[in-house]
């Protein structure tokens, strides 16, 4: 396997990761904040709230799903996709060392979740930057 079939298989695995946790979002919009280490989410949570939540999931399940979807099918305008989504993981860690720096937000989970968030946009970003695809026997071969 070339390293531009690789990079696009763990994009994928990326994507997967990415589309699990939207689902968890989706399924269970109350629990973020207790999980987050905020304060415990309300027997009965505001329904604007489980709102957001929910569409917080759909979201991430939907994107993801669609790049994983064009690295699978047209692998050039998915890692474009993929290379958008990891700008939004890398955001995501940008504001939370953000956090980490003014709010003194150092606990063990803000910085394993950084770790997370740069992993994941390091993964996604991996096909964007590859050299190309090495086609053999048709336009849907790599190697």
């Known amino acids: 396997m070339s390293s531009y079939g690789l990079s696009l298989v763990l994009a994928v695995v990326a994507c997967v990761i990415g589309g699990v946790l939207g689902g968890l979002a989706l399924a269970r919009p109350g629990s973020a904040p ?8 309300p027997s009965a949570p505001d329904a604007g709230a489980l709102a957001q ?4 999931g759909g979201l991430l399940i939907l994107s993801h799903a669609t790049a994983a979807l064009f690295l699978g099918y047209q692998s050039s305008v998915g890692a474009a996709m993929a290379f958008a989504l990891a700008m939004a993981w890398l955001g995501a860690a940008l504001g939370r060392t953000a956090s980490l720096l003014i709010d003194k937000a150092g606990g063990r989970l803000n910085l394993s979740n950084l770790a997370f968030e740069v ?24 190697v």
């Open 119 to 142: 992993l994941i946009a390091a993964t996604l970003s991996l096909p964007f930057f590859n050299a190309g695809r090495l086609v053999v026997r048709g336009s849907g071969m790599l």
């Open 34 to 41: 207790g999980l987050a280490g905020g304060d415990a989410p």
């Open 53 to 56: 939540g929910r569409a917080f």
